[in-house]
T-cell receptor, first 116, second 115 residues
Framework: GAGVSQTPSNKVTEKGKYVELRCDPI?????LYWYRQSLGQGPEFLIY????????DSGLPNDRFFAVRPEGSVSTLKIQRTERGDSAVYLC??????????????FGPGTRLTVL | AQKVTQAQTEISVVEKEDVTLDCVYE???????LFWYKQPPSGELVFLIR??????QNEISGRYSWNFQKSTSSFNFTITASQVVDSAVYFC????????????FGTGTRLTVIP
């Protein structure tokens, strides 16, 4: 597709459940980022992939959060035992990565996660 | 540590007025990058500009202009002759010189342009 796509656009779950959020980056972009945006705040970095490997996962809040990118394209953010505090918009972004390390990041529309 | 401060939480202007959005940053790196993103009501962040720390030239793109002043650690954004379509939340962001290139965002400024 032309831009970064994320599915689902909205996800409502119950406390304690497991969720998966999907990101499909722009074709040819080797770098992929996950951010979390709480209401009224700016996005906060979670994890960065260069290719298939997580180059920096320092932003993941705890071990309930995990992300994969097995083929270097689509990425899945996984949250176990969800808590109400996990409610936020989860944003995915991609960029050219090593091709142009300082190229801008293009963001997807986000997945709004609500934990009841 | 990286920090971006956008002191203006909300701004309202009447259409055709000029408006400046402030951004102050903190970093210990000598090489860094500054960005502005626009987040319209649809929610998708739209890239506006990237500036590296060695380039202090001001930039103009149509009705948008940016004033980078290293001496005051500021990277302000001015919209000239504002339009209703400019209504959005605007984020300033900083990227350091580490390999990750992850962005540190400010808390954003909500701009409302009144017709």
């Amino acid at each position: 597709g032309a831009g970064v796509s994320q599915t689902p656009s909205n996800k409502v779950t119950e406390k304690g459940k497991y969720v998966e959020l999907r990101c499909d980056p722009i074709s040819g972009h080797t770098a992929l980022y996950w951010y979390r945006q709480s209401l009224g705040q700016g996005p906060e970095f979670l994890i960065y992939f260069q290719g298939t490997g997580a180059a920096d996962d320092s932003g993941l809040p705890n071990d309930r959060f995990f992300a994969v990118r097995p083929e270097g394209s689509v990425s899945t953010l996984k949250i176990q035992r969800t808590e109400r505090g996990d409610s936020a918009v989860y944003l995915c972004a991609s960029s050219l990565g090593q091709v142009n390390p300082r190229s801008e990041q293009f963001f997807g529309p986000g997945t709004r996660l609500t934990v009841l | 540590a990286q920090k971006v401060t956008q002191a203006q939480t909300e701004i309202s202007v009447v259409e055709k007025e000029d408006v400046t959005l402030d951004c102050v940053y903190e970093t210990r790196d000598t090489t860094y990058y500054l960005f502005w993103y626009k987040q319209p009501p649809s929610g998708e962040l739209v890239f506006l500009i990237r500036r590296n720390s060695f380039d202090e030239q001001n930039e103009i793109s149509g009705r948008y202009s940016w004033n980078f002043q290293k001496s005051t650690s500021s990277f302000n954004f001015t919209i000239t002759a504002s339009q209703v379509v400019d209504s959005a939340v605007y984020f300033c962001a900083l990227s350091d010189n580490r390999g990750a290139n992850n962005l540190f965002f400010g808390t954003g400024t909500r701009l409302t342009v009144i017709p």
